[in-house]
Each structure stands twice: as C-alpha cells, then as structure tokens.
Nanobody, 117 residues
Framework: VQLVESGGDLVQPGGSLRLTCAIS????????MGWARRVPGKGLEWISG???????YYGDSVKGRFTMSRNNAKNTVYLQMNSLKPEDTAEYYC????????????WGQGTQVTVSS
C-alpha cells in the first residue's frame, strides 16, 4: 500500500490550503483514513480521521477549521484547512488503517505546511 500526500505550501495566517492523499490500494473505500502532523522536536499529533461510511472526527486544535473528506472513486482523501495559524506549521502525514484484528497503519511520506507572514 502506498500513500502520496500533496498540497503543502507556504501560506499566510488566515489563509487556506487543501491537502490531498492518494492511496494505491483498490479496496480503499473499506478503510478508515486519517491525518496527523509533526512539528520538529514534538510528538505526532492526530488531527482528523474519516471512516468508511464517511463519518469524521477532529482534534480540538483543528475542529471548526479543518474538514476531511474522501472520494472513493479516486482513492483519495482531502484535508481542507481554513483559518490557518502559525501553530499549524508542521509536516502533515496521511495514514490508512488496514488492520483486521486491531489497527495497522501505513503512512505517506508527508507534505510540509508553513503558515507565516
């Protein structure tokens, strides 16, 4: 399984970006997907997830500003990020849970988001 993120960029505070994650697995629609981010020197922060039925959840730090969605026909998930803040600066990673008896994740290589004026 391969995941490829794209869409990271330099953006001003208050701006928006949309991240894209494409997955190679043809059974993508049955999996839960997620986004996490890492700031150098800090741990991994889980920020959003989407289940196979399309329901979503968000971390408190991004709730109300970020929206995750999926397009099963394109084997792709998206993270729409609005009202970006400097503290959103991080490397963003998407993941897929392919576990059967418990979680088992594959991760993408990451895409850098920098929020700065």
């Amino acid at each position: 399984v391969q995941l490829v993120e794209s869409g990271g960029d330099l953006v001003q505070p208050g701006g928006s970006l949309r991240l894209t994650c494409a997955i190679s697995d043809s059974t993508f629609s049955s999996y839960s997907m997620g986004w996490a981010r890492r700031v150098p020197g800090k741990g991994l922060e889980w920020i959003s997830g989407i289940y196979s039925d399309g329901s979503t959840y968000y971390g408190d730090s991004v709730k109300g500003r970020f929206t995750m969605s999926r397009n099963n026909a394109k084997n792709t998930v998206y993270l729409q990020m609005n009202s970006l803040k400097p503290e959103d600066t991080a490397e963003y990673y998407c993941n897929v849970d392919v576990g059967v008896d418990g979680p088992f994740y594959y991760w993408g290589q990451g895409t850098q988001v920098t929020v700065s004026s």
